[in-house]
């Protein structure tokens, strides 16, 4: 079906160049490379000058919804963590359940369920909320894995340290047991929120104008999806190097801070 | 109207979604495995020259959304001339994105292994590819199965994406249904039952393979 | 929950310590069956014993970090883990013990020191937090205790980069810095090089001739007897004897100590 197809289209341009009926494979090869490169319709990356203005505004409401998702998610992870540690067995359990159930369907799915979900039951929400909600819900688990890893990765003793020394639950939470969890939590937070980023694409799928959807419409109308598709990628690739530069910074962070012995 | 009369209608859509949806599942996983493996031993090749592109490659795609991926094999192909059905340009997408992932865990399992087992057998006279077939892999496959299955799980979840460049998979077919029904609820919460029941039916087949792969008691000296 | 407690001494210089009647089970496994000591204002109780034998568990209970299921701790006279009332005793709030625990200075076997708190910021932090100690005021005390245990040069270093005996004297400053009533050190040289358990021992011999009341789980018995004014033996969750150094490590009653420190011994410990 679709490799024989592939193949021919790679090596195509073998055969049907006239006049060389003898060529050898590989720079028959190369022509052919080059002539689809050049044909039936030449790269153009001028088109970017044009549909930049729309690129930017869907590139703005990528960040706007990462940022959100991560703004909402990351303490949901934190307290799923938490549920997941509590005493109480229903608690856990309940926790283990929905995590289960988050981490065993698409992503996709849960933006539609919201997206059409709360109008039924009576909420009308513009897409960008509905759609920071449903990823917040799904991202919280993940995240929640991410945190009780690196809650489980700090020592009982710090817990005891702090309460024998007469430190509020709080304040040792936040003060002296969550940035431990750095070296342990980063890596894995790091690389869940260049998912989220690129899970914002998905919003596409519900009408909300981010990068992908703004790319979609740009290409549709001018028939230059080549072009198009590599510049939101190389955007999408720009704001994964601020992620890449965070992790690095954390990292600088924890090195002094590491563990003693 | 009761439950029965909303969803039978719309069986065999879903029914044809549902088998859209293992067909992709299935294609992506085993095309992207062979491929992974390669890359992961392309990553990890002393020369310099077969490293670079390999790295390079599993870098893109991992830094690039795969519903981009997935839009430039529908839609930008064709401008370079190549026309493709949505499934497969679908299955040529996700596997082009997956076999990046998949590599890098297929690699954590290969670093695992003690480098003393390719000294050992470079001292035993052992040719590369022989140590890698004989030695390196049968000792990394256990410690591989894990994070390979769970980015199983994770391509099989990920085949929805498939439903955006019309592909009637079980998404769209559950999304299509909602849509007509105005019962979101009903379509896409089964849907939704009918992944998680792929999933599980994934890890037990994990559980399985780790039980038969269970790494065979290392020989000890006696003390 | 309403728990009896025997009446209040009368004498106008209560016992710094008081532990009455401590009770402790994880499981079927009896920890602390019954356990009373007394400790003075001023006295350093050395508290020794096999691995299990309920000493560590003790200290924990005495701070309610291990909550004891019965029995009653009293330092300087106040009640630890309990409020009195009018009708008895009730388990003290969550805030409450909090309050309690400060007066309580503990020292762990491994230290336990923040490791993304600089030297000082270990010091400070529970000043600040607990007592409300203004900040210039919690740095001038944290100076003048890393001089005390020989660290005034190391404020500014995390603990990662510290020798083990370095890390347990900030430790030790860390306690102090809460002006504790009482000081429990749980085998606080077990987890250290040979050769850095001196300067820890050090500081602590400072303590106690500066007037701490101290209780120390140890298996240093050059150090019980040299620095401790008793030394207690532990066995199976009970005191089994308890005197004066000399006694009790040259010429023990019981048959256990005996066995106890003989094992000790041999091993050169």
């Known amino acids: 079906m679709g490799l024989p197809k592939i193949l021919l289209w790679i090596f195509g341009g073998c055969h049907r160049r006239p006049g060389r009926p003898g060529r050898p494979l590989m720079s028959g090869w190369r022509t052919a490379v080059r002539s689809r490169l050049r044909s039936p319709v030449a790269l153009d990356f001028s088109i970017l000058a044009v549909v930049w203005p729309a690129l930017l505004r869907g590139a703005l409401v990528t960040i706007e919804l990462t940022f959100l998702v991560l703004l909402f998610a990351t303490p949901a992870g934190v307290g799923v963590a938490l549920l997941a540690r509590a005493r109480v067995r229903g608690v856990r359990r309940a926790v283990m359940v929905a995590s289960w159930v988050m981490r065993g369907v698409p992503p996709l799915l849960v933006l539609f369920l919201m997206f059409f979900g709360l109008p039924v039951i009576g909420y009308r929400v513009s897409p960008l909320p509905s759609a920071v909600m449903a990823m917040t819900l799904y991202m919280a688990f993940y995240f929640g894995e991410v945190f009780r890893a690196g809650l489980d990765s700090v020592p009982d003793g710090q817990w005891r340290a702090a309460k024998a020394l007469g430190l509020s639950p709080a304040r040792t939470l936040f003060r002296i047991i969550l940035p431990q969890t750095i070296p342990a939590a980063l890596p894995p937070y790091i690389s869940h929120a260049t998912e989220v980023l690129k899970g914002t694409a998905l919003a596409a799928s519900v009408a909300v104008p981010e990068l992908t959807s703004a790319a979609k419409q740009v290409f549709v109308v001018t028939y230059r999806p080549f072009e198009i598709l590599i510049a939101a990628a190389a955007i999408y690739a720009l704001i994964d190097a601020v992620f890449i530069g965070v992790q690095a910074l954390g990292e600088r962070w924890a090195r002094r801070r590491r563990p003693a012995r | ?223 | ?269």
């Open chain 2, 1 to 223: 109207m009761s439950l029965t009369e909303i969803v039978t209608p719309y069986l065999p859509g879903l029914l044809s979604g549902f088998l859209m949806t293992l067909w992709l599942s299935a294609a992506v996983i085993l095309v992207s495995t062979p491929l992974a493996l390669l890359l992961a031993l392309l990553r990890d090749s002393h020369n310099f020259w077969l490293r670079l592109p390999a790295t390079v490659y599993v870098t893109i795609f991992r830094m690039v959304p795969a519903l981009i991926v997935l839009f430039f094999a529908f839609y930008a192909l064709p401008q370079l001339g190549l026309r493709l059905k949505p499934v497969t340009a679908a299955i040529l997408g996700m596997v082009a994105v997956g076999a990046a992932y998949m590599s890098e865990d297929i690699r954590g399992g290969l670093q695992a292994i003690d480098r003393g087992q390719w000294k050992a057998a470079r001292a035993l006279g052992l040719s590369h590819a022989h140590t890698l077939r004989r030695i390196i892999l049968p000792q990394a496959l256990p410690l591989v199965v894990p994070p390979y299955m769970t980015r199983a799980i994770i391509m099989m979840k990920g085949t929805s994406l498939a439903s955006m460049v019309a592909v009637g998979d079980l998404t769209a077919e559950a999304v299509r249904a909602s849509s007509i029904t105005y019962q979101p609820f009903i379509f896409i919460i089964l849907a939704g039952a009918v992944y998680l029941a792929i999933s599980a039916a994934l890890v037990i087949f994990q559980h399985w393979a780790e039980a038969r792969l269970k790494p065979a008691p290392m020989a000890r000296r006696r003390v």
């Open chain 3, 1 to 269: 929950m309403s728990i009896h407690l025997p009446d209040p001494p009368k004498v106008s210089i209560a016992p710094m310590v008081e532990v009455t009647g401590l009770r402790k089970t994880y499981g079927s496994v009896v920890a602390l069956d019954d356990v009373s000591l007394t400790v003075k204002r001023g006295e350093v109780v050395a508290i020794i014993g096999a691995s299990g034998s309920g000493k560590s568990t003790l200290l924990r209970a005495i701070n309610f970090l291990d909550p004891p299921e019965a029995g009653t701790v009293r330092v300087d006279g106040n009640l630890v883990g309990l409020t009195e009332g009018a009708t008895g005793a009730r388990r003290a709030t969550e805030i409450e013990m909090r309050r309690h625990r400060a007066d309580i200075g503990m020292v762990f076997q491994h230290f336990n020191l923040f490791p993304h708190f600089t030297v000082l910021q270990n010091i400070i932090e529970a000043p600040m937090a607990v007592r409300r100690t203004p900040k210039a005021e919690a740095v001038a005390t944290a100076r003048t205790l890393l001089a005390d245990v020989g660290l005034a040069d190391k404020e500014r270093a995390f603990p990662a980069e510290l020798s083990g005996g370095q890390q347990q004297r900030v430790a030790i400053a860390r306690a102090l810095a809460m002006k504790p009533r009482v000081m429990l050190f749980d085998e606080p040289t077990s987890a250290l090089d040979p050769e850095l358990v001196g300067e820890v021992l050090r500081v602590m011999r400072d303590l106690a001739e500066g007037g701490m009341t101290m209780l120390v789980v140890t298996h240093e018995m050059g150090f019980a007897e040299e620095v401790a004014d008793r030394v207690v033996f532990f066995d199976s969750g009970r005191i089994v004897e308890e005197g004066a150094p000399a006694d009790v490590l040259r010429a023990p009653a019981h048959p256990r100590t005996r066995a106890f420190l003989q094992r000790v011994l041999r091993r050169g410990l």
